[in-house]
């Protein structure tokens, strides 16, 4: 059949329209999953484009929403919430089995953790000196050993042998050198006791010396309130219940001098006589005088255990000290802060920004965003020598720690492993939870300028259970 110029010019038309169609709805198509596959934080309530799904996929397919579409609509509508409230938040959560950022809020915007700034320092500890690390309070005999008595026997052949027996008097002192081992208990100073006497030493003709020269000498963290109730730092103390029982078995304001005072009494009191009294110094290095008497050890992990289940800040602060106990005596916070700002630089890179001021998240100028805590808690998930360590040591929602009495309502119970962080106006909570998909999540939930901090700690339920769900 023949056809006249005119209408293979309109079906050229016809044709060439089709096309064009086709290829606009693929561009369209395109468009709106990249616009849904990136989340951008401006500051405010993040919109996600719906994502057009392919021919391929079948209809009963195309009805029914994507997980994360369904999460990102819920957590809109928290974060709106949160818009209308007096306090200021930030979110943000990661999919650690996609690695996929997976909802922002202001994200980016700095703010203080509080005792979310443990979880740094629990990071940058096991990223720098591993969960194996030890705490090592050494004792030290200074001085010259003179016997008390010269007590012999006869062995089987005739020879004189000394009586092993025989007592000391040390012309000299006892040093106990400290390395801010916060765990030290009165079982710890009945065990240097024994140490002493089984050294041979019935007498100390000398003192009880407390050598506290690993840090400097400020008592409370950079930017602490002057009427906080914290013990003072020094690196010997006796810790945990010795501040807490009542009375209280050690006066917080100069805990290495009562330390050494214990030490004196129970000496005296196992019969081993000291002449002297007690006093703080360095002990020396060298010379034949010098003996190591014994020591005391405790591992970073155990450590690690009641800093976090606890939120102990003597316990943090310890640890913040240990990161740059091995590169000089009399380390300053500034020695230590400059590590951990190091490992979030390698956790988050190099434009990442943080302000470090102490270890426990006592501190006014401490701040970091939601997407810094983030980052390194990826980093610490994917390093399993630091997980495996840290993991643990987090509280777990209506089980344990500082959230045993949270999420109990809901699928976050037992499933969230998180740091809380609580002083006047902050509430924040960080961690780990597995959603219903199975995926493992990074969260952090910052909430700064709450009137309460029950306030907070209901937002952050309220998000969790979300993620959970």
């Known amino acids: ?3 006249s110029p005119f209408h293979r010019l309109i079906a050229s038309a016809i044709l060439i329209c089709l096309c064009t169609c086709v290829i606009a709805q693929t561009d369209s198509s395109v468009t709106a999953r990249r616009n849904a596959d990136s989340i951008e934080d401006s500051g405010h309530v993040i919109a996600m484009t719906d994502t057009l799904m392919t021919d391929s ?3 009963d397919t195309l ?3 994507r997980w994360e579409d369904t999460l990102r609509e819920r957590l809109n509508a928290l974060a709106l919430e949160a818009d209308h409230s007096h306090y200021y938040t930030g979110i943000c959560i990661y999919d650690l089995t996609d690695s996929t950022l997976l909802y922002g809020y202001n994200q980016q915007k700095l703010m203080r953790p509080a005792s979310n700034e443990k979880t740094l320092t629990a990071v940058t500890a096991l990223d720098i000196l591993g969960a194996d690390h030890k705490y090592s309070t050494e004792v030290y005999a200074v001085g010259s050993l003179v016997a008390d008595s ?3 026997i006869t062995d089987s052949v005739g020879g004189i042998v000394a009586d092993s027996t025989v007592s000391y008097t040390l012309k000299g002192n006892i040093y106990v050198v400290g390395d801010f081992d916060p765990s030290l208990e009165l079982a710890d100073i009945r065990q240097m006791v024994g140490a002493i006497r089984n050294a041979g030493i019935s007498t100390i003709d000398g003192s009880i010396i407390a050598d506290v020269s690993m840090k400097d000498t400020l008592s409370l963290g950079n930017g602490w309130c002057w009427d906080d ?3 003072y730092l020094t690196p010997l103390s006796l810790g945990g219940s010795a501040y807490t029982s009542k009375p209280a078995r050690i006066n917080r304001y100069n805990p290495s001098a009562d330390f050494v005072k214990t030490l004196r009494n129970e000496l005296i ?3 081993i006589g000291v002449t002297g009294s007690t006093g703080s110094g360095v002990v020396p290095r060298q010379g034949n005088d010098v003996v190591l008497v014994t020591k005391i050890t405790h591992s970073i992990e155990e450590i690690l255990h009641r800093m976090m289940k606890n939120s102990d800040n003597l316990y943090a602060e310890s640890m913040f000290y240990q990161l740059a106990a091995d590169k000089k005596k009399g380390e300053s916070w500034k020695d230590c802060a400059a590590e951990v700002e190091a490992m979030v630089h390698r956790a988050a890179g190099s434009s990442a920004h943080v302000d470090v001021a102490d270890g426990c998240g006592l501190s006014l100028y401490n701040y970091v965003s939601p997407s810094v805590l983030v980052a390194v808690l990826r980093y610490a998930y994917d390093h399993k020598t630091i997980f495996s360590a840290l993991y643990p040591s987090l509280p777990v929602a209506g089980v344990d720690g500082t959230i ?7 699928k976050a119970y037992a499933n969230v ?3 809380t962080g609580t002083v006047t106006g902050v509430s924040t909570l960080a961690g780990y939870v597995t959603a219903s998909n199975g995926h493992f999540l990074a969260f952090a939930i910052m909430n700064n300028g709450v009137k309460t901090s029950a306030e907070g700690r209901a937002f952050q339920d309220k998000v969790c259970a979300v993620l959970a769900e």
Do not use: F, L, V
């Open 150 to 152: 010269t007590s012999c």
């Open 417 to 419: 492993h998180a740091k």
């Open 404 to 410: 045993a009495s949270r999420m109990t309502g809901s």
């Open 63 to 65: 009805m029914t929403p």
């Open 57 to 59: 996929i079948e209809a």
């Open 269 to 271: 009191a196992d019969n």
């Open 229 to 231: 109730s914290q013990p």
């Open 1 to 3: 059949m023949n056809t």
